[in-house]
C-alpha cells in the first residue's frame, strides 16, 4: 500500500501561516500532479487546491489569494502554503497523488494514492 506523508500541521492563531509538507515514498520516483483536501467531523472531504504536471494551479474559493499549492524541483515534495487563517480553515488536510512515476523512464501513470492527514487547527 503507497502512502504519502504529511506534515507541518498544527495549531496556530487567525491571521497566522502554516506550510504543509506532502513527501513521496520511496516506491515513487516523482509526483506528477497532486491535491490537498481537507475534512472536517461529519462533513465530506473538500478539494483545496490542485498542482498539474504542467505546474497549472486551481484552488477552492473558499482558500483563493490566502493558499499556494507548489512543488519541489525533483517532484518528490508537495506544498501547501496557507496564510492568513481563519477558525473555518480548521480541518485534517490530506495530500493525493494523482499521477506519478515509479522511475526515471517511466510513463507518468495515473494513481490515487493519499497521506495519513495532518490536523491544522486555527484559534486563539
Known amino acids: 500500500q503507497v502512502q504519502l506523508v504529511e506534515s507541518g500541521g498544527g495549531l496556530v492563531q487567525p491571521g497566522g501561516s502554516l506550510r504543509l509538507s506532502c513527501a513521496a515514498p520511496?516506491?515513487?520516483?516523482?509526483?506528477?500532479?497532486a491535491a490537498w483536501y481537507r475534512q472536517t467531523p461529519g462533513k465530506q472531504r473538500e478539494l483545496v487546491a490542485t498542482?498539474?504536471?504542467?505546474?497549472?494551479?486551481t484552488y477552492a474559493d473558499s482558500v483563493k489569494g490566502r493558499f499556494t499549492i507548489s512543488r519541489d524541483r525533483a517532484k518528490r515534495k508537495v506544498y501547501l502554503q496557507m496564510n492568513s487563517l481563519k477558525p473555518e480553515d480548521t480541518a485534517v488536510y490530506f495530500c493525493?497523488?494523482?499521477?506519478?512515476?515509479?522511475?526515471?523512464?517511466?510513463?507518468?501513470?495515473?494513481?490515487?494514492?493519499w497521506g495519513k492527514g495532518t490536523q491544522v487547527t486555527v484559534s486563539s
Open positions: 493525493k497523488a494523482d499521477k506519478v512515476k515509479y522511475d526515471p523512464f517511466d510513463s507518468v501513470r495515473d494513481v490515487g494514492y
Open positions: 498542482i498539474t504536471n504542467e505546474d497549472s494551479t
Open positions: 520511496p516506491s515513487i520516483f516523482s509526483i506528477n500532479a
